[in-house]
């Protein structure tokens, strides 16, 4: 492993020894395979834990690489790893990863066509830097597909909510591809939301300008500027003032500012994937002010709001449901 690699991902190079890292992967094909293993293995390890807390994932790569250099196979490393490697299985899609893990001495398969994919479970978040140095935050259930390397364009494609610090490079526009919109970037950071399940996609601008826009007519777009929120419901794309706090996300961090109790429910239900059915339509119309930590599950939320409105919560475990009633 090159030691620069290593110390890249854990933010311990200056800015000019991360550019001059980038651009050696760039030249040589044997750093970019080494730079793409690490970068997948950075993220599968960060799962679940807040930016802060890096010495975490840190302590547990530097396990990794003193088994791998031991030669000690798979079955004894998901013995010691357990749980973990329990959810690296779940969490990770990627066949290419799961066939790496298994045959460490096989790493030529790695190419630019590669795409990999990570996942945040439900109730947990995830981090992860890509290829050319772009920083990406997953939410709650969120999903991002990405190639091992860039080539003309750098393109990701996002399923759920991700902020985005888009590393500089004028040479090759940023792209993130929702289900519905396309945003487009040169260096700059933005908030991403589009959950499968949401009747709307919606992006943040906090530094830079991006454009958002249908695939099909980019054209006619609309380019943000900072501080402004892009709204996209049907055919239809608005701008309004965006909301600072929302971003807090990424922290763990969840707030709302005098928000109706339906926001808050469609929300709660697509960060921590379970159905929430409310039998009367009145509760909808409340409204709270809070803040809570992701860490505090749905349940501690929704009992805390319940405290102030006196609404009934039932659970269904076996249905994945959650029922609020007069």
Do not use: C
């Amino acid at each position: 492993m090159n030691e620069r690699i290593h110390k890249y991902f854990y933010e311990e190079l200056s800015t000019e020894e991360r550019l001059s890292l980038l651009r050696d992967v760039e030249a040589s094909e044997e750093l970019k395979k080494e730079f793409a293993e690490y970068q997948n293995l950075y993220a599968l390890l960060n799962l679940g834990y807040q930016v802060q807390d890096k010495a975490i994932g840190k302590q547990k790569y530097d396990r990794f690489i003193l088994q791998k250099q031991h030669a000690i196979m798979w079955k004894r490393w998901t013995r010691r790893i357990g749980y973990a490697a329990a959810i690296l299985i779940l969490v990770v899609s990627t066949s290419i990863l799961t066939y790496w893990y298994a045959q460490p001495e096989q790493t030529e398969f790695l190419s630019e066509n590669v795409m990999n994919t990570v996942y945040a479970p439900a109730g947990q978040r995830a981090q992860l830097v890509l290829q050319d140095g772009t920083e990406v935050w997953l939410n709650a259930g969120s999903r991002l597909d990405y190639p091992s390397a860039f080539a003309e364009e750098r393109r990701v494609y996002l399923t759920g909510e991700g902020f985005f610090k888009v590393a500089k490079d004028k040479t090759r526009p940023f792209v993130v591809s929702t289900q519905t919109i396309d945003i487009k970037a040169l260096g700059t950071e933005f908030n991403v939301l589009s959950y499968p399940k949401s009747k709307y996609a919606e992006v943040s601008l906090q530094e830079g300008s991006v454009k958002a826009y249908f695939p099909e007519s980019e054209s006619e777009g609309l380019i943000l500027s900072p501080g402004q929120l892009l709204v996209q419901k049907g055919d239809s794309l608005k701008l309004e003032n965006m909301n600072w706090d929302e971003l807090l996300w990424k922290k763990g961090i969840y707030v709302f500012r005098k928000q109706k109790l339906e926001t808050i429910i469609e929300k709660l239900a697509l960060y921590f994937n379970v159905d929430i059915i409310v039998r009367n339509p009145e509760i909808l119309e409340y409204e709270y002010v809070g803040k809570f930590r992701q860490r505090d599950g749905i349940m501690t939320i929704l009992k805390v709001i319940q405290d102030i409105h006196h609404f009934k919560i039932e659970k269904n475990d076996e249905l994945n449901q959650i029922v609020l009633s007069k």
